[in-house]
């Protein structure tokens, strides 16, 4: 499924780290940043939660919620956060639905073999569940500043 803009976010719950749910629905009324990433703990995945963490006050301002989402588990999340300590809301989609529903699972290839992994993508969500811009096959450097001049302007 590819997400266009003006069209409806797919809702989810998920756990979340530090125990719970996390669910779009719950979330209306305010704006939605998901940024989907391959995996805890690795250079590129680290970087994104801390550029997203140190804006978080600044996404917050912005009426904007941050939630990072992977196919790792809510132990592993948990871990991730503790050792970097993230500020950011982390959600588990580890059966792969929410990743499947965002158009994000897909078929990528890595020194000629192709394997089903996350593409780094990110989805700005408006106050009414909309999509508002997405953006596929991010580069991390300067991506967080980038979807906050974009949460700010909605």
């Not at 669910?23 to 703990?41: H, Q, T």
């Not at 995945?45 to 997203?52: I, K």
């Amino acid at each position: 499924m590819t997400l266009t803009p003006g069209t409806q976010a797919p809702d989810f719950t998920l756990p979340r780290d530090g125990g719970g749910e996390i669910s779009l629905s719950a979330l209306k009324g305010r704006k939605v940043v998901l940024y989907f990433y391959p995996k805890d703990d690795t250079p590129g995945c680290t970087t994104e939660a801390l550029d997203f963490t140190a804006r978080a006050g600044d996404f917050d301002a912005a009426g904007a919620m941050v939630i990072g989402i992977s196919k790792d588990s809510v132990k592993k999340h948990d871990k991730f956060v503790a050792k970097h300590g993230l500020g950011i809301a982390l959600a588990s989609d580890e059966n792969g639905t929410t990743c499947e529903d965002y158009g994000v699972w897909v078929e990528k290839s890595m020194y000629g073999k192709t394997y089903m992994g996350i593409e780094r993508t990110t989805v700005l969500i408006d106050t009414e569940g909309r999509v508002a811009q997405v953006w596929p096959k991010v580069k991390v450097a300067g991506h967080a500043d980038e979807v906050l001049e974009a949460a700010r302007a909605l």
